[in-house]
């Protein structure tokens, strides 16, 4: 989506709107952090964000890998900053094509600072010498396919202090294409506002977005500010002064006067505002909390889908995934890059000759083990193991090796049940509640268009032993309602779905429109994730040393254990499936694994043993497909 156009919608609504700046880091560990935390302000709800360039090198580069991370995997529309400094146009056209490629549809262009070791900007070729060049080759290269935004200066650039000079300067970049103006960052609302004013008397009409930089430190605020020679609004540093070493005592005054400066933009007609924010969070978050702009249970973000759409290229259009990588977006979109279509429609089918492999960036657990034991601990029997996820559910625990989101308050309906299940030993994975027909507006169950209507199927995915797979399939077969699919890590599939199609979870009826489909379970896209969830799980075992109690216990569940989904297609009815698992337990919650001690290792399953069911498969006359080759063990109901 252009920035014009979310300009306009705020214009035209009324609604406020902001958008972030962030910068490439200089090492690897620093990316991942600032991937982590443009995802969590991913839920301030940013109309958009841009990422500044970094000139030659490694750095240019890695602004092209953020645009494609944060466009394809994190969902947030982009806008990629691009400079002539140290640029010909070998390189230009490289940045560009790696910007159109990552689905990126907004470049901010820029002449650019010096590098350090020049003291006086030049060009590196006779092309680009001036922003103004860099606009007319993108609008000549990529037509309206990029909108274009270009800089502009309420207190004067670095080099130029002449106000009508660069007034001039800004018109001549938007007579080449420009469609949108970026202000350096100010704190000086009343200048701005005359500058404004001098702007559209030069007949320059396109958008003017004001930079703000909200107050982290005393040290950081008047470094910046010196550095770009912002005045300080009469009163700030009397407030500021007194309190300097106090870095959270600045953050709060620094609210109250970004805040301010905020509300004065505002009331001049200026409907959005561009944070510059370091990288940072939370001076940023406190300067939305005071306006009131962060979202809330009354005023939750808005989603075009029930899960966070890709704007990767030739993705905008995707609006049907199986509901199993609900908690794993990166992992879905990374394996699925490759398809040459998505499915999309009323009832699409998410079958594909390949999920993708399981190498991908993204699949596996991330961080290292001593990371992970520190976020997880080290859980020596089957009971510890389940009692983390009570805690995640509980909110304790933001992340889990099969979720890597915190909880959404979707999960309050059940959360006493889920609680329960794995408080006796089945672990849940994933889930939803039965949803009869909300608003589309609803704060919570709420997707879509506006004045549409929302459903879901109960939907319930764990890990259960092979001691009680038996008794839970027996049970299911009892509920005609009731659908499912089970496999264990190595054996085959066992499930009474009437056929191999799409049984869709998820749907919406909008005003207009076609029923939209978004979730659906089906045998193919499972099996894919099968493989997925087994190896988080045993990525998880290896974070620990060999033979010892918490290694043991997770591949004992990894080897033996079933993988489980069921889904209740009465819509209207929550219970059934809480009441089909209501009175199992896992005998040995408390038990501590020990080694083998006859050379044997733990990748084999001794069906005997441990009541794993391998082997082949046969249908029987319910269209079940069940093995031959274990030992079910008997049913354990508390």
């Not at 990422?51 to 490694?58: E, K, P, Q, Y």
């Not at 069911?613 to 046969?618: A, R, S």
């Amino acid at each position: 989506m252009h920035i014009q156009e979310m300009l306009a919608e705020a214009e035209r609504t009324g609604n406020p709107s902001f958008s972030f700046e962030y910068f490439p880091p200089k090492t690897a560990q620093g990316v991942q952090n600032l991937y982590d935390r443009m995802e969590r302000m991913y839920h301030f709800g940013p109309k958009f964000i841009d990422i500044t360039w970094g000139a030659g090198g490694r750095i240019a580069e890695l602004t092209c890998e953020m645009v494609v991370q944060a466009q394809t995997y994190l969902g947030l529309e982009t806008c990629m900053h691009l400079t002539c400094t140290d640029m010909g146009e070998e390189q230009v056209n490289d940045a560009l094509h790696k910007a159109y490629k990552a689905g990126c549809t907004n470049i901010l262009a820029l002449r650019g600072d010096p590098p350090r070791e020049k003291e006086k900007w030049e060009a590196t070729d006779g092309n680009f010498r001036y922003a103004r060049d860099l606009v007319s080759h993108i609008r000549q290269s990529y037509g309206n396919h990029f909108d274009i935004g270009v800089a502009g200066y309420p207190e004067g650039c670095d080099d130029n202090k002449d106000e009508d000079m660069l007034l001039d300067h800004l018109k001549e970049k938007v007579d080449m294409g420009a469609t949108f103006i970026v202000t350096q960052m100010f704190y000086d609302a009343d200048n701005f506002v005359r500058w404004v004013e001098k702007v559209r008397a030069r007949g320059i009409t396109v958008p003017i977005v004001p930079g703000i930089m909200p107050i982290a430190t005393y040290a950081s605020f008047l470094r910046r500010a010196n550095h770009m020679n912002c005045k300080i609004p009469d009163g700030w540093l009397e407030k500021l002064e007194p309190i300097k070493n106090d870095d959270v005592a600045v953050r709060e005054i620094g609210k109250t006067l970004v805040a301010g400066l905020c509300r004065q933009i505002l009331a001049a007609g200026i409907r959005h505002l561009h944070f510059y924010t370091m990288n940072l969070a939370q001076a940023t978050r406190m300067v939305l909390e005071e306006l009131d702009w962060m979202p809330s249970p009354d005023r939750p973000l808005k989603q075009a889908l029930p899960w966070k759409q890709s704007l990767g290229l030739g993705r905008r259009g995707e609006d049907v995934r199986p509901i199993f990588w609900r908690n794993r977006n990166k992992s879905y979109i990374a394996r699925t890059q490759d398809w040459d279509e998505f499915p999309n429609g009323r009832w699409g089918d998410s079958r594909s000759p390949a999920f993708g492999e399981l190498d991908a960036y993204g699949i596996g657990l991330t961080g290292n083990n001593e990371q992970n034991r520190k976020k997880w601990g080290e859980p020596q029997t089957i009971g510890e193991i389940a009692n983390m996820f009570v805690r995640y559910l509980n909110k304790e625990i933001e992340y889990l090796p099969w979720s890597e989101a915190p909880l959404t308050s979707e999960a309050d309906l059940i959360k006493n049940d889920l609680i329960s299940l794995n408080k006796r030993g089945l672990i849940t994975v994933n889930s939803q509640p039965a949803v009869n027909g909300v608003k589309s507006s609803h704060p919570v169950h709420g997707w879509g268009p506006t004045n549409g209507y929302v459903y879901q199927k109960a939907y319930l995915e764990l890990l259960v032993s092979p001691e009680i797979f038996p008794e839970i399939k027996r049970r299911i077969h009892g509920h005609p309602d009731l659908t499912y699919y089970a496999v264990t890590k190595s054996g085959s599939l066992h499930t009474n779905a009437p056929s191999e199609g799409p049984n869709a979870v998820t749907w919406g009826v909008f005003p207009g429109k076609e029923i939209v489909q978004p979730t659906i379970v089906e045998s193919i896209s499972f099996l894919a994730w099968k493989d997925e969830a087994f190896r988080l799980g045993v990525d998880w075992a290896r974070c620990y040393e060999t033979n010892t109690p918490s290694r043991l216990v997770l591949e004992q569940i990894m080897n033996t254990w079933y993988l489980v989904n069921i889904v209740n297609n009465d819509f209207h009815e929550q219970r059934i499936i809480f009441e089909v698992l209501s009175d199992l337990k896992v005998l040995d919650l408390d038990k501590v694994p020990t080694a083998p001690t006859n050379g044997t290792t733990n990748d084999t399953t001794n069906g005997a043993t441990n009541g794993a069911i391998n082997g082949t498969t046969n249908g029987d006359a319910n269209g079940t497909h069940h093995s031959t080759n274990g030992v079910e063990a008997s049913t354990v109901p508390q």
